[in-house]
């Protein structure tokens, strides 16, 4: 699910959406210090694995899964 950050640069409804997640992929051009600090420390309590986009597009996710979970 993508969350997008309001006008104050808050995640809108980040808890709801991370209590569903299993895994959270976050891009490292489009979010703030305190929401990535957030981030860390939620997944890092919940046991959920974070793993960072170098660029927000499809490519990113792409080349994330590669890396996160191999399949050859």
Do not use: N
């Not at 997008?4 to 891009?27: M, T, Y």
Request: glycine share 6%; with cysteine.
């Amino acid at each position: 699910m993508h969350c997008p950050l309001d006008a104050g640069g808050q995640p809108a409804e980040l808890s709801i959406i991370l209590k569903r997640a299993d895994v959270v992929f976050h891009s490292l051009e489009d979010i703030s210090a305190e929401t990535r600090r957030y981030l860390m420390a939620y997944c890092e309590r919940a046991e959920k694995p974070l793993v960072p986009l170098a660029e927000s597009s499809l490519a990113g996710l792409r080349d994330a899964l590669g890396t996160w979970c191999p399949l050859a």
